[in-house]
């Protein structure tokens, strides 16, 4: 039995409910460690009738050692085996209780364990929080119970967890053999699909360390397991399914100790599809919603992303048990014509590269294969790997020689049958062959199979040699490009310094609701964000008067600070260029100010630009996430693309200029056919100022919109603006 | 034995070397039939030391019925039994010969072959026109041969056919059994391929028909194959892979038949990433490649495209297997909340929508789930399933009992195991139930599991209540949602007169190389699409002269014929308002026009138009499929977006107005924010006009493109355009 732990660990930086127990000690890594690693079960609850009793117990006698004791009031026998009538009345120290009780039992239960010195639980009953008030009262009373009596729970409405590199497994749904053990690590927020995703990862020959399903996380958290996963030695890449991150901050940080680590984080996040939550008074809400934030703050933190539960196993696999380093630049060895097809088509989806074997390489192709076959990459062995079933492990061999620095790895298509062949040596002779070619090659080597990639025989040969093998070519490859992208975001991310955040600002004077045009653009201004030059008219005559300063073409607008807005109702008039113009204009706005009630605020004149680019830049402090940069083309493009980059602050120049090029638009900034460019310089100061405005004025904002922010080839001004204060 | 066949059948209207063999007869449905239904197999080239022969061998043994002679020179014993030392010593009639022999002798064996009267062959050897000049040579005396002979032969370099339908299998790779019959034809133009595809599809639970691997399609091609498929019978749904459509033509026709037939053809084309082979004088050569082409022409049959081996199963599985029509409105049984967030993201990507539960439905859910659950569409049945197992299965009854019209269809979350339990019986008898309420079902019931659909002890359940179950969540998905678009694009084609096509046009003289802006627009003028009206000056006084007439602002631009980049080269001024504007600009092109020495071909003058939108639309004649109408956002908008849509022609005002829809710059044409919309009717107009004057000049045209088509609010114009022709 785990000794008693000292309090500490890292307290004070997280926001959920669980950070009371971080703050109380207890959350820290050898906590965690202890928490799931017990050598000894009681299961509570425990009947014939239960299909989970009957799994739980299971598990534990197939997968575990240790004691697992068998409780329930009543029953003398259950699976076969004596049972206790009450926690108590075992008289051994239990390492981990496992509630299966029903739920106006659970506290009782709960309570019973703690005075017996049980300092662990799974709670696999619902009926708490997920189920409303009520159920939330009684589950705050469980943690206030484990908090008071220096216990941890995972649950409730969790089904437990299955530890396979150590063989630990309070788990109360069937787990199928073989339970295989390997670099990933898995957790779900979802009980039900822990089941699913175990079987997947079985089908493809995934091995795992853990698997965990947090359940309501009333204490033990998803962010929590990933933070104990990414400092436990035997995980090397992470597996996640989430349905909502409950703590931000804490994320953030067990995220980067993560990619520090050089443990891959790869992420199925549900919820892409729900609408953005917030009203859109600014632009920005409707192209940044929820769910794009949340992939910003992910893509920043380099987790990987992935939309399935294949890509999920498929992609956290190659990152687990790949430790050599992956590029874009990919040699093939494959079995059909048709395969390469596929495969090159994939490749250049995931932006990888298939260059051609260089002349020693081929030239030793040649050699090897028939004379009607015409060696290129992607490398079709040819249908006489059916004559010679060595041809594909010699091209390999051939492969894998080519010159230092040509190709970064090598994809080699081989399926391991599920059905033994009759006499199995020679064919494992050949697995030992490759396994040896593999651990000796100067590329790394990635197999791929066109089937199951585990299962039966297969089993045997991952087993026996250690393989991974990617599941297919359309996983494969989607495992490939994004292990690729995560390593090469990483090296940059942690090469590049941490921006500093930017000096907390006061919220100026009147900072409610919305401010208008005017005094979103003082703000800017006294922010050093370049504005368009304005003056404020109030006639026809002062209007021309002003257009005469500028010289040129002029804008003419209603100002009032009330009419968001002002050119849904024709309250903005462009490219003013001669006198009549300029009256005509001016006299129609007034007239729509007077119908507006805002008669006395006037019209604003300002210059026209021309020939550049028109953006929108906003920050959006989000309320869990913090503020974040949103920018995209502006004006039409806004509606025609919804497309924008988003960006956690604080940011520097270098990810600013990056999310500008990630836009699809980003050639109309380079300027090209005849086009100049923008002031890039000019561009990434304007939003860099932005950026540190929205984020000094922190939770106090809600959105502050620069649209259009203006481009041109050698300045950028903020041509219109919004501010929507959060109270 | 089969018959002999009569000649006929579908003649004339094919364009490859096998519209010989067709013009000959015997490529019709009853010729092609007796091919794929052999009752004796020779196998030419019998050898213990090939796998070739040992897999044809065993598979004709273990799946197929009817004689099967060994056929080698000098082996008396092959694979255990007597072997012939011809084919002439035989004896007896055989239907169908397997050829395996060097690629020298394929040719005698041939001759042999039809002298003793052997009207079938599959010719597995390589080395013929796959490798170069030589061995097409030779591939050319096997077809002369046979279409001399009335033989028809599949191959060379493909491994034969299995047709699982009737049980015969002249095939030369291993069949991992189950070989499972089902409603899917699969044909692959690559030989490895097929090997591949029927282990995924026996891993899937997909039945089929018939897997035929084409090899080098010197008499029956994948086209032939696929028109047999759509006639035959069993077959409800057709599977192909594509490397290139070698017949264009008739895979129209064929595709059209399937259609008709209510078959749908599921195809995974290779080349998506292949760079467009045209040279991009035109513009419309760049964002309109040949894999474009393919793809619209695809989309125009209603022929399904997936990029996946997966997504080709799945999907022919969904569309052979289910009979019913599906729809956009979804309903979900599923198992966890997890998988609810994960289909609910996935059936947003697809279009698909999931309506809540009817008031009646829901109060059937409320009843049946335990009391903490809160059933909505995804309905999650809670982990309460592990206690009941039958919750499931009454929620689905409660679902499918939903007022009419109300669902389209039920996705049913089930994995069946592929391990039996210890007793079976009781999960037999679960699954009876379900089965018999699928089919007494008002809604289509659709099965979807999270592990392999097939393999093991689900496979006894797959064939004895023939279900057939969606493999996972994402590759489930994507089947649904194409199933549902290929029935409402089908329903929308077979409803809509067939566009009659245009009338053939005398290309103009001078009909050579290209034809610049005036020359261009002479001829769309001509042909009654709008054009810009223009006035051709040659000095600055007659420029100010025709601006003074049209009033308003105006474009100047040098006219010469030649200078096909004006643009690029300085040679077009825009919105010249002002005489000083306009006396500047004209100065400086006509020395522009003197440097490029077209001094006194003059300038262009004409009004700017403004407040529309413009767009690029082209007609491209490809070599293999036609004209193609190519329309998008022009001017900077093809640049970024680099979007546009691709029309086979002929085509009616329906199909141009979808085409135009399917743009994301829709919205630009509708108007909105303050901005007018176009005249639709002018702009379909124009589309029509332009399309059936590229039509006409048939394969005397490259390309034809108006850049910029401009569309007004009560207008559309050509404002440029440029001919390309083919000679």
């Not at 079995?335 to 390489?361: F, K, M, N, Q, W």
């Not at 930017?502 to 201004?525: C, H, K, Q, S």
Request: proline residues 7%.
């Amino acid at each position: 039995m785990e000794g008693r732990q000292p309090a500490g660990g890292k307290a004070g930086s997280r926001t959920s409910g669980s950070a009371k127990a971080s703050a109380r000690g207890g959350m820290d890594f050898a906590r965690l460690d202890s928490f799931f690693n017990p050598s000894s079960l009681a299961l509570v609850g425990a009947t014939d009738r239960s299909r989970w009793s009957w799994s739980a117990f299971h598990n534990w006698r197939t997968y575990s050692e240790g004691p697992c004791y068998l409780v329930h009031p009543r029953h003398q026998k259950v699976h076969g085996e004596p049972a206790f009538p009450s926690l108590s009345a075992i008289g051994e120290s239990v390492d981990i209780a496992y509630v299966m009780v029903p739920t106006d039992q659970v506290l009782p239960v709960m309570e019973e364990a703690a005075s017996i010195g049980i300092r662990n639980a799974v709670i696999l009953t619902a009926g708490f929080g997920e189920t409303g008030p009520e159920g939330a009262a009684l589950e705050a009373k469980l943690v206030e119970l484990a908090e008071a009596e220096g216990m941890l729970f995972l649950g409730p409405n969790g089904n437990g967890f299955v530890n396979a590199a150590r063989g630990r497994t309070p788990y109360g749904l069937p787990i199928a053999p073989p339970l295989r053990r390997g670099p990933v690590g898995i957790v779900l927020q979802s009980g039900g699909l822990a089941s699913v995703v175990l079987g997947m990862a079985q089908a493809r020959g995934v091995g795992t360390t853990m698997v965990v399903s947090t359940g309501n996380e009333a204490m033990v958290g998803a962010t929590d397991v990933i933070g104990y996963l990414a400092a436990q030695e035997e995980t090397r890449a992470i597996a996640v399914f989430l349905e909502s991150i409950r703590q931000p901050e804490h994320f953030k940080e067990v995220a980067t100790a993560a990619l520090e680590a050089g443990k891959a984080i790869v992420a199925l996040k549900a919820g892409r599809s729900a609408a953005g939550s917030r009203a859109a008074l600014a632009h920005t809400g409707a192209v940044a919603g929820d769910a794009a934030v949340v992939q910003a703050v992910l893509d920043s933190l380099d987790v990987v992303r992935v939309t399935s539960l294949e890509d999920l196993l498929t992609t956290a696999g190659l990152l687990g048990y790949q430790p050599r380093r992956l590029g874009r630049r990919l040699a093939v060895v494959a079995v059909s014509g048709g395969a390469c097809d596929i495969l090159a088509d994939r490749a250049s989806d995931e932006g990888l590269e298939l260059p051609e074997y260089p002349p020693a390489t081929l030239a030793a192709l040649e050699e090897l294969l028939p004379p009607y076959s015409n060696p290129h990459n992607p490398l079709d062995v040819t249908g006489y790997v059916v004559v010679d079933a060595n041809i594909s492990a010699r091209s390999l061999e051939a492969v894998v020689a080519s010159p230092a620095g040509h190709f970064d790895e090598v994809l080699y298509q081989t399926t391991i049958p599920q059905a033994a062949p009759p006499d199995p040596a020679p064919l494992m002779a050949r697995y030992a062959a490759l396994a040896e070619l593999v651990a000796r090659s100067p590329l790394p080597v990635l197999l791929q199979s066109s089937g199951p990639a585990g299962g039966g025989f297969a089993d045997e040969v991952l087993d026996r040699f250690g393989f991974f093998v990617l599941d297919g070519i359309e996983h494969g490859m989607s495992a490939l490009g994004s292990a690729v992208r995560w390593q090469e975001r990483r090296e940059a991310l942690l090469s590049r310094p941490r921006p500093a955040p930017a000096p907390r600002l006061e919220p100026p004077p009147g900072a409610t609701g919305t401010f208008g045009e005017a005094r979103a653009r003082a703000l800017l201004a006294a922010h050093g964000v370049p504005v368009v030059p304005t003056v404020i008219v109030h006639n026809v005559g002062e209007a021309l008067s002003a257009a005469r300063t500028f010289g040129g073409p002029v804008a003419l607008k209603v100002a009032a600070d009330t009419l968001l807005h002002k050119s849904d109702l024709g309250g903005v008039e462009l490219d003013l260029r001669t006198e009549e113009e300029i009256e005509e204009a001016a006299e129609r706005l007034l007239a729509i100010a007077e119908t507006h009630h805002v008669g006395d605020e006037g019209l604003q004149v300002a210059p026209m630009r021309r020939g550049g680019v028109e953006l929108l830049a906003s920050v959006r402090c989000d309320p869990a996430w913090g503020p974040i940069l949103v920018v995209g083309l502006g004006g039409v493009w806004v509606e025609v693309l919804g497309e924008t980059s988003l960006l956690p602050l604080p940011s520097g120049r270098v990810e600013i200029e990056d999310a500008l090029r990630s836009l699809r638009g980003y050639q109309l900034l380079e300027g090209g056919r005849g086009r100049p460019g923008v002031d890039m310089e000019a561009l990434i100061d304007s939003l860099t100022g932005i950026a540190r405005l929205g984020e000094g004025l922190g939770d106090a904002l809600d959105t502050l919109e620069v649209n259009p922010l203006w481009a041109g080839p050698s300045s950028c001004e903020a041509l219109d603006a919004l501010v929507v204060w959060a109270r």
